[in-house]
């Protein structure tokens, strides 16, 4: 079993819509969540961490849930630019080891 | 901020020459960096983990003689591609963290062909 999963996509969606992800993750150990964007053939940039009580930046809200060991991603309000794909990142042995989920493909149209 | 600086940022080579790419924390010091690698469609995946002053440890299947990796100085770890092969051709990308608040930060990568 992987030890982080999520859905591939696309998930091709129109401006000004709300998307949601989710990527599970199979260690119950794991201490350090994040999303990370990645535009084609660049770097992955870090999105936002995740906290155990939620979080938000802006359009975008992050929530950890460790009883169910999945973390999520919203976006409301969907632009244009938001199109990239999203790595979940889980991070095991207090900030030791990382694992990045596939990444799941963002589609925003006009 | 922190920022981590990967060079080069593309390369071809041949088959069977080795190519070394390196990576720097331009304002912080990291006394760990991970070499990651992306393959087209695919997952960042871990190779191994650099430890400055100490060996590299490798994730399950990473060849260590073939990845020589070095980590000599709280801001420069350099990844080896030794006799390097077709299928070694792929996007090699660093990280490094300050600390947890920033998250870790990556390198912009290295696309290494093999010809």
């Known amino acids: 079993r992987k030890e982080v999963e999520q859905d591939p996509g696309p998930f091709n969606v129109p401006e000004g819509a709300t998307v949601a992800f989710n990527c599970t993750y199979s260690n119950s150990a794991s201490q350090s969540f994040f999303w990370y964007r990645q535009d084609c053939r660049k770097e992955p940039k870090l999105l936002m961490s995740?906290?155990?009580s939620g979080n938000e930046d802006g359009r975008f809200t992050a929530q950890l849930n460790r009883a169910s060991q999945y973390i999520s991603l919203l976006i409301r309000d969907s632009k244009l630019s938001d199109s990239a794909t999203y790595l979940c990142v889980v991070g095991l042995n207090n900030f030791n080891k990382f694992y990045f989920g596939s990444g799941t493909k963002l589609n925003v149209k006009p | 901020g922190a920022v981590v600086s990967q060079h080069p940022s593309r390369v071809i080579c041949k088959s069977g020459t080795s190519v070394k790419i390196e990576c720097r924390s331009l304002d912080f010091q990291a006394t760990t960096m991970f070499w990651y690698r992306q393959f087209p469609k695919q997952s960042l995946m871990l190779m191994a983990t650099s430890n400055e002053g100490s060996k590299a440890t490798y994730e399950q299947g990473v060849e260590k003689d073939k990845f020589l990796i070095n980590h000599a100085s709280l801001t420069l770890s350099t990844l080896t591609v030794t006799s390097a092969h077709p299928e070694d051709s792929s996007f090699y990308i660093c990280?490094?963290?300050?600390?947890?608040?920033?998250?870790?930060?990556f390198g912009s990568g290295t696309r290494l062909t093999v010809v």
């Open positions: 990280s490094a963290s300050r600390d947890r608040s920033y998250g870790y930060t």
């Open positions: 995740v906290y155990s």
